[in-house]
């Protein structure tokens, strides 16, 4: 059954012209992913999907039957409004949560029933407390549960990640797997778009573009459709080189048809080049770092008598990368407030070194000044920004990088988005080339592209970063260990938010993050001996001669069992180090870049070992 159509719909937002000639329709059940850039029309296209907003030309056709609810990117408050009575339609803040449907009063009941199911499953045991009274993520968490109360046919979903802990995320990733409802999902978290939707829409350039499969295909057709245009776009300069050129020889020289080539040479330079996102090298700027970097002893704070960190001590190593998680309100904020001198302990430590340059990205952000352009405000930090001690660049050539075109520099604030300026304030913040990156949820109302260039340049930063993000694929590519938060106390893992978590099973959250009990090193280390002893067995098979490897290729397969078992005997040494609670800093220091050492050794000689062994046709 085909739930909406949008036929040859276009539509127009102050200055802007967001969609032309658009035909597009859903049928029930379909699990659809929603991309683009900030500022393109997502959250447009869900309110006219929904109903809410007029196109300007064209047509929306909804089927008589479908049932329709949406859940918004911003939703809005109302004072005096408890989390029970924010369920109705009749009681809703206008625009936070539309549902195209009626309800009788049986199955209000029943509506009722599930929303108070879904409450209490995201930690909302209390359905009595005003709304106000809630945190960013509780409020969230509410507002997703009052969209998936009503039994709809069609879930438009606006950024729900935003706000919510890794337990909850994982819960909702999980949710939108099992259900039979179709829905389309706005969100920046790629392993949501990969695990659950079965067709990725794309809005480029005025149009929305259909791509089949998960997000992981859509990534490989974009890039062949962005090849494809780049080809096309080499074969248009190519001509109009020539057709310039003939332009310039003098009328004498030309033939007849002066008329017609003008025309097409006209027509070429006002075509557009490739309209895709080009992620160019990002060399990252920053100032030398000296030994003594960040050092936290016995730190604790504590708010309304209530323990929030407890007696925390860290040192961290130069190029450290660290990771911060945990449920809502177990002081991820207040970790980052204190290290940056905002929040000042109740108790204990924290000693900055002389050459440390930090730059803090909060969530809250800086309230800009709507009528400074964009190149203006970063002029304001920087005239030109030094990459490396040799090289720098133009204010305006930063700002390229980050995907600010030069069409955008003289556009004032007031008419950015909020994830325009909140990718703004981020650059002004790089442009001050510091060594310790405060990160505090920077992936919040990026879009996909500017997430991926975000992160690049993070991949390449030498400095020091502390990163709390639910963004489990930034935090997988950019942190080498974590801190888990649970209301009090911190523990520390060393390694990647995928590799513990598989380590305490596929189905739960990290300890700490409101999941299953038991996902410690325990576990992790338990699930590296198995796999020593696998590869262990197998080595008498290894150990025979293999066609396609010279000998001495063979004698390196043969002995590469032994050192990674090796190499992972003294890397569970050290996890099991790790977590004594009084450690002296100089040793904890040594152990950890041994321990990174070792890690990145291990990665080089499993990937010789599996290249040899194909090679040996294994």
């Not at 004072?79 to 009575?85: A, D, L, M, N």
């Not at 209000?108 to 909302?124: E, M, P, V």
């Not at 062949?224 to 080499?234: F, M, N, Q, W």
């Not at 000998?551 to 078992?565: A, G, M, N, S, V």
């Amino acid at each position: 059954m085909n739930i909406v159509s949008l036929i040859n719909m276009g539509k127009t937002v102050g200055n802007g012209r967001l969609f032309d000639d658009v035909t597009l329709g859903l049928e029930e059940g379909e699990k659809l992913g929603l991309v683009g850039r900030n500022g393109v029309g997502k959250s447009t296209l869900l309110r006219i999907l929904a109903g809410e907003l007029e196109p300007d030309e064209g047509e929306v056709v909804h089927s008589r039957t479908a049932r329709i609810s949406r859940l918004d990117q911003r939703p809005g408050l109302a004072p005096g409004v408890t989390v029970e009575q924010h369920l109705f339609p009749e009681l809703s803040i206008g625009g936070e949560s539309a549902v195209t449907f009626g309800l009788e009063a049986e199955e209000q009941a029943s509506t009722l029933q599930r929303y108070q199911a879904f409450c209490t499953r995201l930690g909302i045991d209390d359905t009595h407390v005003e709304l106000q009274t809630l945190s960013g993520g509780m409020f969230k968490k509410v507002s997703i549960a009052r969209c998936l109360a009503f039994d709809a046919d069609l879930y438009l979903l606006d950024e729900p990640t935003n706000h919510l802990d890794l337990d909850a995320i994982t819960w909702l990733e999980q949710y939108l797997e099992r259900s039979s409802a179709g829905f389309v999902l706005v969100t920046h978290d790629r392993y949501i778009l990969d695990a659950v939707c079965d067709t990725i829409l794309e809005i480029d350039g005025g149009e929305v573009f259909r791509h089949p499969g998960n997000y992981s295909a859509y990534l490989e057709r974009r890039a062949e459709r962005l090849r494809e245009e780049s080809v096309a776009e080499d074969r248009r300069r190519s001509i109009l080189r020539r057709e310039l050129e003939w332009l310039q020889r003098g009328p004498k020289a030309r033939t007849g048809k002066d008329k017609k080539r003008k025309e097409r040479i006209g027509e070429m330079l006002e075509l557009a080049p490739g309209r895709g996102a080009v992620l160019q090298d990002l060399p990252a700027a920053q100032r030398r770092l000296g030994k003594k970097v960040l050092e936290l002893e016995g730190v604790t704070k504590s708010y309304n008598g209530r323990p929030v960190i407890s007696k925390f001590s860290h040192r961290f190593a130069p190029g450290e990368r660290v990771g911060v998680i945990g449920p809502n309100g177990s002081g991820k904020t207040t970790l980052l407030d204190l290290v940056a001198g905002r929040t000042e302990p109740d108790h204990g430590t924290i000693e900055w070194g002389e050459t440390v340059a930090i730059a803090y990205f909060d969530q809250t952000g800086k309230r800009l000044p709507g009528e400074t352009t964009v190149l203006e405000y970063l002029k304001e930090e920087a005239e030109r920004v030094r990459i490396d001690d040799q090289t720098s660049v133009s204010a305006e050539q930063f700002l390229e990088r980050f995907l600010f075109p030069r069409s955008m520099l003289a556009q004032p604030l007031e008419r950015l988005s909020g994830g325009e300026l909140r990718r703004l304030y981020l650059v002004r913040l790089l442009a001050r080339a510091p060594n310790f990156l405060l990160l505090d949820e920077p992936t919040n109302d990026l879009d996909l592209d500017t997430l991926r260039v975000v992160e690049q340049y993070l991949d390449g930063f030498a400095g020091c970063i502390l990163l709390v993000s639910h963004d489990r694929a930034l935090l997988d590519r950019l942190t080498d260990s974590l801190l888990v938060l649970d209301g009090g106390g911190i523990r520390r893992f060393v390694g990647s938010y995928d590799e513990v978590r598989a380590a305490a099973g596929e189905d739960s959250a990290l300890p700490g993050s409101g999941g299953a009990p038991g996902g410690d090193w325990t576990a992790y280390r338990s699930t590296r001996a198995a796999q020593s002893a696998a590869r262990a067995a197998g080595k008498a098979i290894n150990r025979e001669p293999k066609q396609g490897l010279s000998f001495r290729e063979q004698r390196e397969y043969d002995q590469l069992p032994d050192k990674i078992e090796e190499t992972e005997r003294e890397l569970s040494q050290l996890e099991a180090l790790f977590q004594q609670p009084e450690q002296n800093p100089a040793v904890l220091e040594q152990n950890t870049k041994r321990y990174h050492a070792l890690r990145d050794r291990l990665e080089q000689m499993t990937a010789r070992w599996e290249e040899l062994g194909e090679r040996a046709g294994e």
